[in-house]
């Protein structure tokens, strides 16, 4: 994905998104996100406003200010947003695919921002994602994974508890015997690098640009992680 800056960016537009998101104004969140395209803003800046927006607003559920409901419309403005034509999220070109990833949120999680975001920089890197959606159980990971032989799995977790089935979703691996044929790559709020060791997973990475990265490595060396 082209993150480059193509033009100046004015930086109180950027500043405004953050803070039109943080109070949840939907019609001026996508109109000033149409305008900082037009003023040649790059995707990622775009989208780091807004998760900016997001994470004043995840304060402000903690503090007891904002409730559920405000998640959620903020979801569903990050998700409209994500639809943008103006966005180009998705790649149009119909070349080859370089490597299969079997994508999804981990079980009891319904967070699926993040995992969107992932799949569109995957999309605009040629792989081919099968996209499980959310609240995916580790048994369902493996049917599928036996099924559809993904070279790469790539797990979101937002949630604190999904840590311990990410954890399963290893173990049912080795169980299968089939470990060693896939690669596993999470990101996500709960999960940190210590979470690699915990969980057995292959990687992890908080960046979906990184995780992209890091799945190109393994198609493009056949599978030898960093
Ligand atoms: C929107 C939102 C919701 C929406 C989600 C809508 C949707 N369509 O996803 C709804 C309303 C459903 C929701 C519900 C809940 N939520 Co909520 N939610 C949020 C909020 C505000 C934003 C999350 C988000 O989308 N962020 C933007 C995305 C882009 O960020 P991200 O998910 O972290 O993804 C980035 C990286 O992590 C990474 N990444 C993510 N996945 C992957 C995967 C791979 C492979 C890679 C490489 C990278 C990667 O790349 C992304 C881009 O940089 C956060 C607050 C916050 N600070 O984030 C709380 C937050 C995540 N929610 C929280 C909570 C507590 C809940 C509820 C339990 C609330 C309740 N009492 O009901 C429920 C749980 C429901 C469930 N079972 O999942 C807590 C989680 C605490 C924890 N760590 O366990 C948070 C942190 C709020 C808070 N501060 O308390 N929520």
């Known amino acids: 994905m082209n993150t480059s800056i193509k033009n100046a960016v004015n930086v109180s537009t950027l500043e405004s998104i953050v803070e039109a998101m943080k109070k949840i104004e939907e019609k001026k969140v996508l109109k000033l996100v149409n305008y900082a395209i037009r003023e040649g803003a790059a995707q990622a800046q775009i989208i780091e406003a807004i998760q900016r927006g997001l994470d004043q607003i995840g304060h402000f559920f903690e503090e007891g200010k904002y409730g559920v409901t405000d998640l959620m419309m903020a979801g569903i403005i990050f998700e409209e947003v994500l639809k943008l034509p103006s966005l180009k999220l998705i790649n149009e070109e119909s070349e080859e695919p ?7 949120t981990i079980e009891r999680d319904l967070h699926d921002i993040g995992k ?6 995957a999309l605009m890197s040629n792989f081919e994602i099968i996209d499980m959606g ?5 048994e369902q990971i ?4 036996i099924n ?3 070279d790469i799995i790539a797990i979101s977790s937002i949630l604190a508890e999904g840590v311990r089935y ?8 080795v169980t299968a015997g089939i470990r060693d044929q896939v690669k596993i790559i999470v990101g996500g709020l709960s999960t940190h690098r210590q979470a690699i060791e915990y969980t057995g997973v292959d990687a992890f990475a908080n960046d979906v640009y990184e995780g992209v990265k890091q ?12």
């Open 98 to 104: 370089i490597g299969r990833i079997l994508l999804c």
């Open 116 to 121: 969107s975001i992932f799949k569109s920089a």
């Open 134 to 138: 959310i609240n995916v159980t580790a």
């Open 142 to 145: 493996l049917n599928e994974t």
């Open 148 to 150: 559809r032989k993904p």
């Open 166 to 173: 990410i954890k399963e979703v290893n173990e049912k691996l």
């Open 215 to 226: 799945c190109k490595i393994w198609v493009n060396e056949g599978g030898e992680a960093n």
